[in-house]
């Protein structure tokens, strides 16, 4: 981890400033969009999605992301019943048909950035519209080309850039915050908290702490990982390039080793490059273009001094953010033959394991078990069938299928910090189906998903494991639980 | 107090905002900025004005109330469902309130003994479908756009819908025994009911399809028919257009009623060939989907005559679905055609009109014609038992200009199946797109009849205002008052 990582150079103004940011984002935001006093509108009969460029836009990535876009919004309304966010409210500006029209009017000036930027800031940005549009617009390209211009040329300030630029790339700060998380739910010291109320004395910390999901036992995992065997570069086994990630290294090294075991009883040998560090999904998503860009040229490099095997990554948001930086770095001349390179290399475990026939592992798991797809994984990347193929491999292990598997449970990276309030209506939807299907675990292959499902299971007081598939597939390789 | 109102959309006053939400609830007005913007479009070409205010009511009692509020301000409005109307329907003409129906979406009953179902108009078509499926009452609701994912009974009502299925079963105004209606001025009335053959004016079949023009759809009672016993159905390729325009009219003229007949021309089968792979032979100039549905025993036999007129119209290949699987295959040619459409061009126009069916060939011809001189592409699916064609035309309106000549194409359509004896609309309305046209349909005297009673519900035009009728009639009571 190189040193400038760990903290940002002016430090005392960033967490000034951060203080600030943090108590701002923290604040529940008022999910239906506010009414404001502006100019007025300018709107003709015929006028209907993007104008001709004019050469200058207000929002210039909104711009350019419109005019590299090889299909166009026809404001059919496909889209509109698979939108958690339309589905619950019924506002159009709620839709992703209204989400496009607005980012159309903003890019052509007829609408200011601050005008749009409540309905960008409801959107999951679940792409399950991308999945449903059958004219094939690129919702997710447009939708982070928009909260790159509503962000400001400057992108996220202070504590919301800290803590994704900077802590999200430390993992000794990611293992030390979870670590105190898991022991102050595990020690009663949550238990004495919630009795004595002391919380009531700062209302959104106490917020924060109830939307705090039970965290799993911190694992160890890096003791699967051996020295890459010589032999396997001249092709017996078979080698792959391990992504560890940030939130998924220091929060679910469970995951992590399970993963490694699946991989290993399926003839590969993992490696974990040195170097890596956070995605940068996150950063994205906040709108934090350069952030991003710098933590997908260090990937980059990091696996590309690792030779070429495959990238295998476990986590749905990471998967689907390490195979775009090709788009992402695509007018960064020096970077965007390696970027489209490396984005061709990533896979989701699931893909791996996938490639040839699953081992059959020998233990028996008899549980029912509901897979639920994570967005990223389903809509950005169109992998449904391959999590499936994992769980149907696991001897005496009944899958069954949810109704609106793929509909977004409102985790949705940072969202349910912004959005409290509509991020649990689409739980509460979710968490209904799951209570029906009357199952003994949920597995989905995302870290945000992970934690938002434990919650909603926590808070209905239901007794359903919240895994990865590959825990399931794991426990059936070796017969236990623990390394 | 009359149509056009002051070109202003600047925010609503807080007065009306505050009285809205008296009626709705704080969470159901919307008023920002960007809010009121999306209202503005409906999945036509056309963009309308901004909303005044957007209420979503939740019951038939709060429409009555907001149209009384509306009243009380002189306000226009409009009642909204998924907004996906192609003719510009549900646009603002004006500064004024829309009303958002997407929270009324809730089945009230089923009555299979009486074959009917009573619905909220925001239930969304394919819903309702599935719903009944669900349940297994073996019974289903039968109109089926081509928007049945999204657009709902109520906006299918205002528009008389009709779909793939309506050669056998009929348009949407077949399937309505009944509606609750909140009048222009707020009066709530029920019109047709569950017992057939009502006395009096069939106010029902007025209401239907008249776009929301006379007042606001808030309970609807809708039939149910008995699913088929058995759905058989077959493929058949043309060398060109005119033989599969002949064997269409064949097999109507033999007195044969199938459940639906679709149309490709040559193009379209080559872009869903691209898109979905179904692998028509070079050979075929175009290709015709027979559904016969009904009593197994009977079925096999009208099949088998299907497959003679089509033969004896030098059909080239004929192949007739043994599994549901594969008739989900031959199916998949006509539903995978607006997406393959969709994405050979930025974006894409539908045009809908009518033609006598044994006409259909010429009609298409004329289009290709029409589109050619404007230097269109044009992509042709029909509903070929009801002579409606769906010409597809790809354009790029980030071009300047490009649209406009896409919009002029289409009023040469329409002209064109007028003028053959058809009409300017198949099944999606009039909206704004249509007006003018109306006068190539109707004289004067027959538009007069028809305003009249426009008038006599909403002598204001607040509701839904200057739609269906040539901007002139609107224009003319604007100077007269009403």
Same mark, same amino acid.
């Given at each position: 981890m190189p040193r400038e990582f760990l903290l940002p150079r002016n430090r005392g103004q960033s967490l000034a400033m951060g203080v600030f940011e943090w108590a701002r984002l923290c604040?529940?935001?008022?999910d239906t969009p506010m009414n404001d006093t502006e100019k007025e509108m300018t709107a003709t009969l015929?006028?209907?999605?993007l104008a001709p460029s004019?050469?200058?836009?207000?929002a210039p990535h909104l711009r350019r992301a419109w005019d590299a876009a090889e299909s166009h919004c026809n404001?059919?309304?496909?889209?509109l019943p698979v939108c958690p966010t339309y589905r619950l409210t019924g506002a159009e500006s709620a839709s992703p048909r209204g989400r496009l029209d607005l980012m159309y009017a903003a890019a052509d000036g007829k609408l200011e950035l601050s005008d749009i930027a409540p309905a960008l800031g409801l959107? %999951?940005?679940? %792409?399950a519209c991308q999945s449903a549009c059958p004219s094939g617009v690129p919702f997710g390209e447009l939708l982070e080309a928009g909260r790159i211009d509503v962000a400001g040329e400057k992108g996220p300030a202070g504590f919301t850039r800290f803590l994704l630029g900077t802590l999200l790339d430390s993992p000794a700060f990611l293992k030390l915050a979870a670590r105190t998380l898991y022991f102050y739910q595990r020690s009663g010291l949550q238990k004495l908290l919630r009795l004595t109320q002391l919380l009531r004395l700062a209302p959104t910390l106490a917020r924060m702490e109830r939307g705090l999901p039970p965290l799993p036992r911190p694992a160890s995992w890096r003791g699967q990982i051996g020295p890459l065997p010589a032999a396997s570069r001249s092709g017996g086994a078979k080698p792959a390039l391990f992504f560890s990630g940030c939130v998924m290294d220091a929060v679910f090294g469970e995951v992590h080793r399970c993963t490694l075991v699946a991989m290993r009883h399926n003839g590969y040998t993992p490696v974990v490059p040195n170097g890596q560090g956070c995605c940068g999904a996150l950063a994205l998503h906040s709108g934090a273009e350069a952030l991003a860009k710098e933590k997908a040229r260090r990937n980059i490099a990091a696996f590309e001094a690792a030779g070429d095997p495959p990238v295998v990554v476990n986590s749905a948001g990471c998967g689907a953010a390490m195979k775009a930086y090709g788009g992402l770095l695509s007018g960064d001349s020096a970077w965007r033959g390696r970027a489209e390179r490396f984005s061709a290399r990533v896979v989701d475990v699931s893909e791996l394991l996938t490639r /040839?026939?699953?081992? +059959?592992? /020998?233990?028996?798991?008899p549980m029912r078990v509901a897979y639920d797809d994570p967005c990223h994984l389903?809509?950005?990347?169109?992998?449904?069938?391959q999590p499936r193929m994992l769980l149907q491999a696991v001897p005496e292990l009944e899958l069954v299928e949810l109704p609106e598997?793929?509909?977004?449970?409102?985790?949705a990276g940072s969202y349910s910090l912004t959005h409290p309030k509509m991020a649990a209506r689409v739980l509460e939807r979710k968490m209904n189906h799951i209570a029906a299907a009357g199952v003994q675990a949920v597995a989905t292959g995302n870290p945000g998903c992970l934690f938002q499902l434990a919650l909603g299971a926590e808070q209905r007081g239901l007794a359903i494991r919240i895994v990865h598939p590959v825990q399931l597939l794991a426990l059936a390789y070796t017969g236990r639980e623990k390394a | 107090m009359t149509a056009l109102q002051p070109d202003n959309t600047s925010d609503p006053p807080a007065r009306l905002i505050a009285r809205l939400e008296a009626i709705?609830?704080?969470?159901?007005v919307l008023h920002s900025k960007a809010d009121r913007f999306v209202?503005? #479009?409906?999945?036509?070409?056309f963009r309308g004005r901004p909303a005044k205010a957007v209420a979503l009511p939740g019951s038939t009692g709060e429409v009555a109330e907001l149209v009384r509020l509306a009243n009380s301000e002189g306000l226009a409005f409009v009642a909204r469902g998924a907004?996906?109307?192609?003719?510009?329907?549900?646009? +603002?003409? /004006?500064?004024l309130l829309v009303i958002e %129906?997407?929270?009324?979406?809730?089945?009230l009953e089923v009555d299979p003994d009486n074959r009917l179902v009573v619905v909220e108009p925001g239930v969304v078509n394919q819903d309702l479908k599935l719903f009944l499926a669900k349940r297994g009452f073996g019974f289903s609701y039968v109109p089926d756009p081509g928007s049945q994912v999204v657009s709902t009974i109520g906006g299918n009502v205002g528009n008389n819908a009709g779909g793939?299925?309506?050669?056998? #079963?009929?348009?949407?105004s077949n399937h309505i025994a009944g509606l609750e209606v909140v009048l222009p001025g707020g009066e709530i009335i029920e019109v047709?009911?569950?017992?057939?053959?009502?006395?009096?004016?069939d106010l029902t079949g007025f209401f239907v399809g008249s776009e929301g023009t006379l007042g606001i759809v808030t309970r609807i009672i809708a039939r149910i028919l008995p699913l088929p016993e058995a759905v058989l159905t077959q493929l058949a390729l043309f060398p060109d257009l005119d033989s599969a325009a002949r064997a269409v009219s064949g097999i109507m003229a033999a007195g044969i009623l199938p459940a639906a007949l679709e149309l490709l021309d040559r193009r379209s089968m080559t872009l869903v060939d691209r898109a979905v792979?179904?692998?028509?032979?070079?050979?075929?100039g175009s290709a015709l989907i027979i559904e016969l549905d009904g009593v197994r025993e009977g079925l096999e036999i009208e099949v088998g005559r299907v497959r003679e007129i089509c033969t004896a119209n030098d059909a080239v290949e004929i192949q007739t679905a043994e599994t549901p699987e594969a008739a989900d295959r031959i199916w998949l040619a006509r539903r995978a055609a607006y997406g393959a459409m969709a994405r050979i061009s930025p974006t894409i126009y539908i045009a809908d009109g009518c033609v006598p069916r044994n006409r259909l060939s010429e009609a298409i011809g004329r289009a290709i014609e029409i589109c050619a001189r404007k230097g269109l592409e044009v992509i042709n699916l029909a509903h070929a038992g009801d002579g409606n064609l769906h010409p597809l035309i790809p354009y790029d309106?980030?071009?300047?200009g490009e649209k406009e000549k896409v919009i002029e194409a289409a009023r040469e359509l329409l002209a064109m199946c007028v003028e053959m004896?058809?009409?300017?609309?198949? /099944?999606?309305?009039?909206?704004?797109?249509?007006q003018e046209e109306m006068t190539l349909l109707f004289n004067g005297r027959e538009l007069d009849a028809m305003f009249s009673l426009k008038l006599a519900f909403d002598p204001a035009d607040r509701?839904? +205002?200057?739609?269906?009728?040539?901007?002139a009639m609107f224009d003319r009571l604007q100077l007269s008052g009403p």
């Open positions: 604040r529940p935001m008022n015929t006028d209907s999605g004019r050469g200058f836009s207000p404001r059919c309304g496909f889209c959107c %999951l940005g679940c %792409l /040839e026939t699953i081992r +059959p592992p /020998e233990h028996a798991v389903a809509h950005a990347q169109n992998i449904r069938d598997a793929d509909w977004c449970c409102g985790s | 709705v609830g704080r969470g159901n209202y503005g #479009y409906d999945a036509s070409v907004g996906t109307g192609i003719n510009g329907g549900a646009l +603002p003409q /004006e500064d %129906l997407s929270r009324m979406n809730r089945i793939m299925h309506c050669l056998k #079963y009929g348009v949407t047709g009911g569950k017992t057939p053959d009502r006395p009096g004016m792979h179904i692998g028509f032979p070079d050979a075929a309106q980030t071009i300047p004896g058809g009409t300017i609309t198949g /099944e999606h309305g009039i909206g704004v797109e249509k509701c839904n +205002p200057r739609k269906i009728f040539p901007v």
